[in-house]
């Protein structure tokens, strides 16, 4: 049985311009369909660096022509712009490699945003350096226009952003969907458009994303065991992700009668808090528990097929 894979691709791979992006995608999509022809589910994620500098550049470039015309681009509209940019040759050239090998699957790209906290410790030090090198009166202006600078060398001057941790992808709900429709799903492009909430709205931050933080990000267990020890004696760090489990190793082992034995021991839980309260990743332990207890007993019952 094939594997879901999530494949991460850097900014830089994909070229610094039009022409380049086109060829590498060509050399990318063979790889990714390479994946999906041994049978397994894919996800791709990508950076942004050199695309989302050059459409912020051109967005500034555009707006100093005409200030009274263009008002600048906010840094999350650029993101999403770059998104889609990417995610257009992206799934274009992943759609043509499958029909070429006579498979017939639809690549599609999601605009993806993912919730940040706005009192992220981030959001006070900003270190990640985008758009444009700028002299010092170009700086000046850009600071003006309230953006932090700082001069990154002598003389020359760059914008910084900060680089919070994303809490939670708000479109995670529209990626499981496509994956279960068996799609090639492309998500999370620079890591996502960090979004803060406000109401009913969600309002882009001045902030870019490291994407490996944003592959990490979800509502699932990552073993790392932190919450132990379990006062009725759970192995959280397993019991917790099982599904996963069963999925990426051999089932068998843990369908074992020393397997069940250690799952029923989730019907003990206290509901104590204890391993919701340790956890680094601010999971619902319990609950993720009761869940992947659910699915155990469906998998043993033969109603899931693993």
Known sequence: MGKRIVIALGGNAL???LPEQMEAVQHTARAIVDLIEQGNEVIVVHGNGPQVGMIANAMTELTRSDPQKYIPCPLSVCGAMSQGYIGYDLQNAVRAELVKRGIYKTASTIITQVMVDPYDESFY?????VGKLMNAEEARKEEENGNHVEMISDGVFQRVVSSPTPKSIVEIDAIKALLDADQVVIACGGGGIPVLRQGN????AAAVIEKDRAELCGDFCRGCGYCMPCPVGIEI???????LLLRRSPAATHL????QAKMKKIEDCLHCNQCRNKCPYGLDTPALLARNYEDYKRVLAGEVKV
């Open 201 to 204: 709205n969600l309002k882009g």
């Open 237 to 243: 760090n397993d019991c917790a992700r099982m599904s």
């Open 15 to 17: 070229g610094k311009n």
């Open 256 to 259: 074992s009668p020393e397997g």
């Open 125 to 129: 030090n900003p270190i990640k350096c």
